[in-house]
C-alpha cells in the first residue's frame, strides 16, 4: 500500500483487508503464494572459475591473447608457451587475492536467522520473517528487528533506531495516531515501522504494509542492483594505455614489415619477423607485475585493518580525490555522548571524554566556582540516574550497556561525576513513575526521600519549564528565569546538540499508586543536557590528512542540519552554514546544472536519502572527480556501487553495505582510509615504476631493430631473442620492482588528475630519451663488432648483452621518477637487488648451458668484454640523473 503514512491506521488495515486480530491463517497462506517470500534477492557469490575467467577481462590481455595466437598460428609454439604461461600466472595469483578476500568478507555476514512475532487470528505466532505477508499484524518489542515495512496501529513508548535507513543516529520517538504528509521524508514518518530497523525501546503493534523488495529496504537493493558498477581508475588509465600501445605496436611492425619485405625477405620470414617484434614492444611481464603490485598493497593494508576485495580497489582509493563520507559510525561513533551542561545563570560546562566508557570529567571555564559547579551537576546526576531505564556496567572487565541510547549517555555522565546508579537506588528507593510517550514528551520518577516524596524528570524543555517555579543556581535556588532557559537551550541547539531539560522536587502524593502529571508542580529547574554523537577522536587528523593529499570531503547524512554542521565543523569540514544542503533543498532545485553546481560547493549534506547519495555521487563524478564513498548502512549501498571506490565498515557494517563495497575497514575507523589512501598511491607508482622499465626498454628494442634494418644490417635479434629479452631477463626484474617500498610523501602530493593518462608528458620524456639512448648505443655496438669482423652471430650475442646491461641499470632508474638513484638504498628493496643480479646471472649462465644457448643464440664473451659493455651501460644512469636533475629544478611538482 503506497503513503500508507499519510493515511490513518483504520484506513490501512480496510484497506488491506486485515484487522488488529490479524489474518487467518488460511489467508496468509494465500498471500504467501501470492506475493511470495518477504526476503530481498541475494547477489550469487562468484564461482571459482568465475573469478579465474575474470582475470582475462582486460585489455592488456586481449593484445597479449592476440599475440599468443598469431605465434600459434606461426608454429611458434615456444613463444606461444611463454605468453600463456604469463597469462595463466597471472589469473592464479589474482584468483587467490580475491578468493581470500571474500572468505574474509563472509566470515563478517551475520548468521542468525531473522524471526518476527505476528498475530493470527488474534494467538502470537512466532514465524521466520520470511514468512510475513502484507496484512499480517506485527508485534514489536525492546531489541526486535522490524521484518517489513509497517503502518503503526499501536504503540507503548516505541522507540526505533532507523540509523540503517536515515543514518541519524539517535532513535526516533512513534506515534500511531500521526498522519503525515505524503512527501515527508523517512525520518519524519513517525507512524512508520521499516524493514531492517531496530526497536530500542517499548512496544508496539503495526500491519505490514510492504514486504520484500517493495519495502524502503528493497528499493535501495534495487538501486544497488541496477546500478552497473564504475570502472576503476586503474582500468580506465590501463584501457587508454592498451590503444596506445596497440597503435605504436602496430605502427611499429607495419614499419619493419615494409623494409622487410623492400629488402626482399620472404613473407613468412616477415610474418614472424612482426611477431618477434610485437612480442618485444608489448608488455606481456606488465599484467603479473601489476597484480602482484596490488597483491602486495592488499597485504599491506590488511595489516592496517582494511580488507581488499577487488585487487584494483586499491589504487582506486590512491587515485580518488573525493571522499563522501557517511557520518553515523563512519566519522562519529554512533555512540550518542553528553558533551555540555547548561546549568542556570551559568557558563555551558563541557563533559570530557566520548561514547560508552564513563572515563572524563567536568570542565569549568576560568573564574568559575568548580566545587559549586561540580555540586549543581551532581544534583542534575542525581536526578537523570534516578528517572533512567537504560544500564551501565563492567562486565568480564569491560564495560557494557543496553537500553535507550539516551538513558545510557545520562548514566555515563552521572559515572563521570561519581554518580552510580546502585548508590541512588539504595538511597531513593523507586515508588512509581510516568514512563515517556511521544504524546507527553517527558518521564518522570517518584522516589523516597526520607520522609519526603521526591520527583525527578526528563523531557523537552517547553515541556518541563510549567512545571517549575524556580531553577538551582551555583549561589542556590532562585525564581525560574525562563527566558535566560530558553536562550541557552536555542544556542546548544544552533550547535548542533540535542537538547533534554532536567527538574527535580519534593511533592506530596498521598497515594503513591496514583502519582501522575497533576503531582508535577512547583519543582525545581536543574539544567539543560546537550548530547551529540560525537566525532571520532582520530577523524579530524585523518581529515586534514586528506585535505593535504589534495583529496576534497564532505560528509553525507540523514540527520539534522544543524547536528550535522556541528560535527563537520568540529572535523574541519565545514566554516560556514552555506556549506550544507539539504535533501529536500536539492530536491526543490528543477535544474540540474544548478543542482550540481550546489554538491560541487557542499561539503555537508544533510536529511539526504538514498536515491540522493548515489545523485550526489554521480554528480560529483560529472565534475570529473574519482569518488569514494564510506559508508555502513543499508542507505549507503547504491552510492557504494556506484562510487569508483566503495568503502564498508566491518564491525558496525550491514551485510548488503559490506556486499556493495569493493573495500572493508575491520576497525570501522575512517582513519584507516588514510592509510589505504598511502597504500593505493604507493602501488600506483610501483605500477608507473613497472610500466616506464618495461616500455622503455621496449622501445629501445624496437627503435634498434628498425635502425639496423633502416641501416642496411642483419636483422639485430631473433623471435626468440627478442622474448627472452622480455620474458626472463626483464620479467625477473619488474616483478621485483613491484615490490618497492613508499619513496615517502605520499600523503603530501596532490590526487593525479583523473583524466591524466598513465603515459603523461614526464613518462613520454623519460622513456623517450632513455629508449633513444640504449637503442644507439645498441645498434651501435652490433655496428662496431660486425665493422670489427665479428660473425653475425657474436655480434647479434654482443647487442643483445649490450641491452641485458641496459635494463639492469634502467630497473634502478625507474624506482623513483624524480628521486636521484645515488640517494635510494638497494637493501630496502631485496627482491630487486636480488631480481637485478639474478637477470645478469641467468644471461650469462645461459652463454653456458648447452641446448640453451643453441636455442638462444648465445656465445660466451670474455671478462674484458663484459666489463666494456656495462661501462657503457652505466652511462645511461648518469643520463637520467641529469635529467632528473632538470625535472627537479626547473620543474617541480
Known amino acids: 500500500m503506497k503513503n500508507s503514512h499519510a493515511l490513518d491506521a483504520k484506513t ?30 541475494s547477489a550469487k557469490p562468484p564461482t571459482l572459475l568465475g573469478m579465474f575467467l575474470r582475470q582475462f577481462l582486460s585489455p592488456l590481455i586481449y593484445v597479449l591473447l592476440a599475440a599468443a595466437v598469431v605465434s600459434l598460428v606461426l608454429a611458434e609454439f615456444t ?13 592464479v595469483i589474482g584468483t587467490s587475492q580475491e578468493a581470500n578476500a571474500r572468505r574474509q568478507a563472509e566470515a563478517l555476514k551475520s548468521l542468525s536467522v531473522a524471526k518476527a512475532m505476528v498475530q493470527r487470528e488474534g494467538d502470537d505466532i512466532e514465524l521466520n520473517a520470511a514468512e510475513v505477508v502484507i496484512g499480517d499484524i506485527v508485534l514489536l518489542e525492546t531489541g526486535a528487528k522490524v521484518p517489513a515495512d509497517l503502518r503503526l496501529v499501536s504503540s507503548n513508548n516505541l522507540e526505533i533506531d532507523e540509523s540503517l535507513l536515515t543514518g541519524e543516529s539517535l532513535a526516533v520517538a512513534k506515534d500511531p495516531a500521526a498522519v503525515v504528509e505524503a512527501q515527508a521524508a523517512l525520518g519524519d514518518r ?38 552497473e558498477s564504475v570502472l576503476p581508475p586503474l582500468l580506465q588509465r590501463m584501457e587508454r594505455f592498451t590503444k596506445l600501445i596497440s597503435i605504436i605496436v602496430g605502427v611499429a611492425c607495419g614499419v619493419v614489415a615494409a623494409v622487410a619485405l623492400a629488402k626482399g ?42 580488507i581488499v576485495r577487488k585487487l584494483v580497489a586499491v589504487e582506486a582509493l590512491g587515485s580518488c580525490t573525493f571522499i563522501a563520507s557517511d557520518k553515523t559510525g563512519t566519522l562519529t561513533l554512533n555512540q550518542l555522548t553528553v558533551k555540555r551542561l547548561a546549568l542556570p545563570s551559568a557558563p555551558v560546562l563541557e563533559i570530557s571524554g566520548e ?20 555540586a549543581a551537576a551532581e544534583r542534575l546526576s542525581r536526578a537523570v540516574t534516578l528517572c533512567n531505564e537504560g544500564f551501565l556496567g563492567k562486565r568480564d572487565g569491560a564495560w557494557t550497556h543496553h537500553g535507550d541510547a539516551v538513558d545510557v549517555s545520562l548514566l555515563v555522565l552521572a559515572h563521570k561525576l561519581g554518580i552510580t546508579r546502585p548508590a541512588m537506588e539504595t538511597a531513593f528507593a523507586q515508588l512509581a513513575e510516568i514512563p515517556f510517550e511521544s504524546e507527553r514528551q517527558y ?15 526528563k523531557g523537552a524543555l517547553e515541556k518541563l519549564l510549567p512545571m517549575c517555579a524556580r531553577m538551582a543556581t551555583l549561589e542556590g535556588e532562585a525564581p525560574l528565569d525562563a527566558p535566560a532557559i530558553e536562550q541557552a537551550a ?19 502524593v498521598s497515594d503513591n499508586a496514583g502519582f501522575g502529571p497533576s503531582h508535577l508542580t512547583g519543582l525545581t529547574f536543574l539544567g539543560l543536557v546537550g548530547t551529540i554523537d560525537p566525532a571520532r577522536p582520530d577523524a579530524r587528523a585523518a581529515i586534514e590528512a586528506c585535505h593535504s593529499a589534495g583529496i576534497e570531503v564532505a560528509m553525507v547524512t540523514g540527520d539534522h542540519p544543524l547536528t550535522a554542521f556541528a560535527i563537520a565543523r568540529a572535523l574541519g569540514l565545514a566554516s560556514r552554514e552555506d556549506q550544507v544542503i539539504t535533501g529536500p533543498a536539492l530536491r526543490a532545485e528543477a535544474d540540474s546544472a544548478r543542482r550540481d553546481a550546489l554538491i560541487a560547493k557542499a561539503r555537508v549534506f544533510a536529511r539526504v536519502e538514498p536515491a540522493q547519495k548515489l545523485e550526489i555521487v554521480q554528480a560529483l563524478q560529472r565534475a570529473g572527480h574519482f569518488v569514494a564513498v564510506t559508508g555502513d548502512g543499508a542507505n549507503d549501498a547504491p552510492a557504494l556501487k556506484a562510487a569508483q571506490v566503495g568503502v564498508a565498515m566491518g564491525k558496525a557494517g550491514t551485510d548488503v553495505a559490506r556486499e556493495t563495497a569493493d573495500m572493508i575497514l575491520v576497525d570501522d575507523n575512517f582513519a584507516s582510509i588514510v592509510a589505504g589512501i598511502e597504500e593505493g598511491r604507493v602501488a600506483y607508482a610501483n605500477v608507473r615504476k613497472v610500466i616506464f622499465m618495461l616500455f622503455s626498454t621496449g622501445m629501445a628494442t624496437i627503435l634498434a631493430f628498425i635502425s639496423a634494418l633502416v641501416l642496411g644490417l642483419p636483422m639485430l635479434f631473433t623471435a626468440v631473442q627478442m622474448l627472452w629479452l622480455n620474458l626472463v631477463t626483464n620479467g625477473i626484474q619488474d616483478v621485483a620492482l613491484a615490490f618497492e617500498p613508499a619513496e615517502g610523501g605520499e600523503l603530501k602530493r596532490k590526487p593525479r588528475p583523473p583524466k591524466e593518462p598513465i603515459f603523461n608528458r614526464w613518462m613520454i620524456e623519460g622513456c623517450a630519451i632513455s629508449a633513444l639512448w640504449m637503442g644507439a648505443w645498441t645498434v651501435g655496438v652490433f655496428w662496431w663488432a660486425l665493422q670489427a669482423g665479428w660473425s653475425e652471430a657474436s655480434a647479434r650475442n654482443a647487442a643483445l648483452l649490450m641491452l641485458v646491461l641496459f635494463q639492469n641499470v634502467q630497473v634502478g632508474n625507474s624506482r623513483s621518477e624524480t628521486r636521484s638513484g645515488l640517494w635510494l638504498n638497494p637493501f630496502k628493496n631485496r627482491f630487486l637487488l636480488i631480481g637485478t643480479i639474478t637477470a645478469q646471472c641467468v644471461h650469462i649462465g645461459a652463454m653456458f648451458v648447452p641446448g640453451v644457448n643453441t636455442v638462444l643464440g648465445l656465445q660466451q664473451v670474455s671478462v674484458r668484454e663484459w666489463l666494456t659493455l656495462l661501462a657503457i651501460a652505466v652511462s645511461l644512469f648518469w643520463l637520467m640523473e641529469a635529467y632528473k636533475f632538470v625535472r627537479r629544478r626547473f620543474y617541480p611538482e
Do not use: W
Not at 26 to 31: I, M, V
Not at 443 to 457: D, I, N, Q
Not at 490 to 501: I, S
Open 12 to 41: 490501512v488495515l480496510d484497506g488491506l483487508q486485515s484487522s488488529p486480530a490479524g489474518l487467518t491463517r488460511g489467508e496468509a497462506k494465500l498471500r504467501l503464494e501470492k506475493y511470495g517470500p518477504n526476503t530481498l534477492p
Open 79 to 91: 613463444d606461444a608457451g611463454f605468453i600463456f604461461g604469463v597469462l595463466v600466472l597471472n589469473a
Open 190 to 227: 513517525v507512524n512508520m515501522a521499516f524493514a531492517g530497523t531496530l526497536v530500542t525501546r517499548g512496544r508496539g503493534l503495526g500491519v505490514v504494509v510492504t514486504a520484500g523488495l517493495a519495502t524502503e529496504l528493497g528499493a535501495i537493493a534495487e538501486l544497488v542492483n541496477a546500478r
Open 265 to 306: 625477405h620472404e613473407l613468412s620470414e616477415v610474418f614472424l619477423l612482426a611477431v618477434g617484434l610485437a612480442v618485444a614492444a608489448i608488455p606481456e611481464g606488465l599484467p603479473v607485475a601489476l597484480t602482484i603490485a596490488l597483491a602486495i598493497a592488499t597485504s599491506r593494508m590488511g595489516k592496517r585493518n582494511v
Open 355 to 374: 561514547g560508552m566508557n564513563p572515563e572524563g570529567e567536568l570542565i569549568a571555564p576560568a573564574g568559575l566556582d568548580a566545587l559549586k559547579a561540580h
Open 443 to 457: 518521564a518522570a520518577t517518584l522516589h523516597a526521600s526520607g520522609e519526603k516524596r521526591l520527583a525527578c524528570v
Open 490 to 508: 536555542h544556542e546548544l541547539a544552533r550547535a548542533g546538540y540535542r537538547v533534554l531539560a532536567v527538574c527535580d522536587g519534593d511533592v506530596s
